[in-house]
């Protein structure tokens, strides 16, 4: 699987990337210390997640593709949800950045979260930009 992000989805995200960072792309289904309890939600839900490149990564990351940003975690039970080829964009005038496929929107907003400089059993976000 390949994720480009375009150059306007670069600029949106460029106040939280800095060198050594792991990113992850989770398909929030309710499982790992990423997913927000309680959301009983139907949707599809995706986020961009940032964290220290000195973190361990949960278990359940066990799987990873390339990007235009380096490698992006993700569960790899949850690899149906993304498609071969996708595009994380920004869209100013909704402030939305769409995860799209060339057949298909996988997310219509994809939620960023700044988790360095956290440990996951306090889960207190520095940045939750949605």
């Known amino acids: ?46 986020k961009f997640i940032i964290l220290d490149g000195s973190q361990p990564l949960p278990a359940d990351f066990d799987a990873h593709f390339s990007s235009n940003l380096g490698e992006i975690y993700y569960k790899g039970y949850t690899k149906p949800q993304y498609a071969e080829k996708m595009k994380l964009d920004f869209e ?12 298909a929107t996988l997310c219509d907003n994809v939620e960023v979260v700044d988790l360095t400089n956290q440990q996951f059993e306090h889960l207190e976000r520095t940045t939750h930009d949605c």
């Open 1 to 46: 699987m390949q994720l480009t992000v375009t150059p306007a989805a670069q600029e949106r995200l460029a106040r939280y990337l800095k060198a050594d960072q792991k990113l992850v792309l989770d398909f929030d289904d309710g499982v790992g210390p990423f997913s927000d309890l309680g959301n009983c939600s139907l949707d599809v839900n995706f």
């Open 92 to 103: 100013p005038t909704y402030f939305t950045m769409p995860l799209k496929s060339p057949l």
